[in-house]
């Protein structure tokens, strides 16, 4: 199984970046997917999810009306578009993967397949 997540980087402030998590190893069309992210020196947030078939989607708070979760599953790749971003959006962004459609949900015990993460750095 793997999860590789791309598309991470340096970006200005109210930039934009789309991230991606191409997957293999597992039938991916049938697991609900999420973005979770961990700040320097602070824990893991969850950011966002989506279900099996892409028509639900669920985001933070912190994220919501800027982030975008899109999936296709002919690709087995999941995207996050992020729009509008903030320093405070500066992390490692993992994808995951879990059977069971799961909001609000970081911790990495709780998913079945944990991607290696890519950075995005928000800073002028």
């Known amino acids: 199984v793997q999860l590789v997540e791309s598309g991470g980087g340096l970006v200005q402030p109210g930039g934009s970046l789309r991230l991606s998590c191409a997957t293999s190893?597992?039938?991916?069309?049938?697991?609900?997917m999420s973005w979770v992210r961990q700040a320097p020196g602070k824990g893991l947030e969850w950011v966002s999810s989506?279900?099996?078939?892409?028509?639900?989607?669920s985001y933070a708070d912190s994220v919501k009306g800027r982030f975008t979760f899109s999936r296709d599953n002919a690709k087995n790749t999941v995207y996050l578009q992020m729009n509008s971003l903030k320093p405070e959006d500066t992390a490692v962004y993992y994808c995951?993967?879990?059977?069971?459609?799961?909001?609000?949900?970081?911790?990495?015990?709780?998913?079945?397949?944990w991607g290696e993460g890519t950075l995005i750095t928000v800073s002028s």
């Open positions: 995951a993967a879990v059977r069971t459609f799961k909001v609000a949900v970081a911790a990495e015990y709780e998913y079945d397949y």
């Open positions: 190893g597992f039938t991916f069309s049938s697991y609900a």
């Open positions: 989506i279900n099996s078939g892409g028509g639900i989607t």
